[in-house]
């Protein structure tokens, strides 16, 4: 059971503002921006190295926490800048043959697709989408006819950047692992509201950011990379942190996931997502995704029963991500209008979900992204302000 009240206390923002944008990027809670802002001070009164050197408990708390959050061992998690960096850098370090095939799905994000077009161009693969049930899910069926003895990759978005449905991804997983196929999970959009765990997963790669639901900083973001495999891939970029030199002729990867990073960081964020994290493990996933799943499934509701609005999520497992359009105002106009009222939704727009909302027809939809933090008044207001056109 969560302690709403307490939760909101420690989210000063939410006094002032009506925050349904935690898919763009959450509202930090103290002991996120307490951390980040207290190792930066110590940067400015010791200098960086030293500071570093004084907190090297909270930069282990990153690893440590985040290994509890998924499963897995603190040296299968790598930090990187952003869920963006943390897949490409999986992704190439794949080591493909001219001729492989990678499947993926509408849901994917847009720059890791064009990430992977950029890599088949370079690489000589061929890309497959696999497309959704009627349920705006992942047609199993379909997916184990596209697998052929190339595939090498199956990369699968958990929960669509432009829509909330909650993709079966342990069941892809067990998919890939059957086939013996590397498997690509972005949980950019499910880590932190929903429960992850890669060994029910089946992942061999989890690509993920600080700054959405686990509501850590801006410019964090982590890779999880299974020891079973670490030794097959070759990173793209050697670091003194991520390799070690040996001679003029040779150098050697670190062991586990940290051959993936750079020595050089913005540590004060990587500290902020440990504590982000820590602070999610101690609320409780489990506690998390409920709430966030009831609050989402409520405004769903609710917002379909107005006239003008169309809600776009198709499937029976939503995501607190809910998307809709209206017949009387334009996605954009309606973000502008609620952000006058000092309400904060996003927009997605067809042009970055060509896979997706651009095959259905749909310009563009609205982005009311909850969290645990929301209370229920604010779903009210919400539909109120929406309602008022
Ligand atoms: C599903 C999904 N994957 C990846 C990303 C990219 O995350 P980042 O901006 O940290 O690279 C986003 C960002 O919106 C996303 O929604």
Same mark, same amino acid.
């Given at each position: 059971m969560l302690n709403l009240e307490k939760l909101r206390r420690e989210t000063p923002a939410c006094e002032r503002i009506l925050h349904f944008n935690n898919a763009g990027s959450s509202l930090n809670p103290w002991v996120v921006s307490d951390a980040v802002l207290r190792h930066l001070q110590r940067e400015q009164e010791i200098g960086g190295y030293e500071a570093a050197a004084e907190a090297e408990q909270a930069q282990q708390l990153f690893y440590t926490a985040m290994g509890k959050y998924l499963g897995?061992?603190?040296?299968e998690i790598a930090f990187a800048e952003s869920a963006s960096r943390a897949w490409t850098l999986a992704l190439f370090s794949v080591p493909f043959q001219a001729g492989d095939e990678v499947i993926t799905f509408p849901s994917e994000y847009a720059s890791n697709y064009m990430s992977l077009l950029h890599l088949a161009r370079q690489k000589n693969l061929i890309v497959k989408v696999c497309p959704f049930n009627e349920s705006g899910q992942v047609d199993l069926i379909a997916l184990e006819s596209m697998i052929?003895?190339?595939?090498?990759v199956i990369a699968l978005t958990h929960v669509a950047s432009q829509r909330g449905d909650i993709q079966p991804a342990a069941a892809v997983g067990k998919l890939a692992r059957e086939h013996s196929i590397y498997y690509l999970l972005d949980a950019c959009q499910s880590a932190g509201q929903l429960a992850l765990d890669v060994s029910t997963l089946g992942c061999h790669f989890l690509a993920g950011t600080g700054r959405k639901y686990l509501r850590g900083p801006r410019g964090t973001g982590f890779l999880y990379v299974d020891a079973e495999i670490v030794e097959q891939l070759t990173p793209s970029f050697a670091d003194l942190h991520s390799a070690q030199w040996l001679s003029t002729e040779s150098f050697a990867w670190q062991a586990g996931?940290?051959?993936? +990073?750079?020595? +050089?960081?913005?540590l004060a964020g990587m500290i902020g997502l440990g504590a982000a994290v820590n602070y999610a493990n101690n609320i409780g996933i489990q506690h998390i995704e409920k709430r966030v799943q009831e609050l989402a499934s409520d405004l769903r509701d609710r917002l379909s029963q107005l006239d003008p609005i169309q809600v776009h999520e198709r499937a029976e497992e939503c995501s607190g991500i809910v998307t809709f359009s209206s017949s009387k105002e334009s996605a954009a106009e309606l973000k502008q209008r609620l952000n006058e009222l000092g309400v904060n939704v996003s927009v997605s727009k067809s042009e970055n979900a060509q896979l997706d909302l651009a095959r259905e027809g749909v310009a563009a939809v609205v982005r009311a992204s909850v969290h645990y933090y929301n209370s229920d008044e604010e779903i009210t207001r919400f539909l109120d302000l929406v309602a008022s056109v």
């Open positions: 897995c061992a603190a040296d052929s003895s190339k595939t090498r996931a940290r051959r993936f +990073e750079s020595f +050089e960081r913005h």
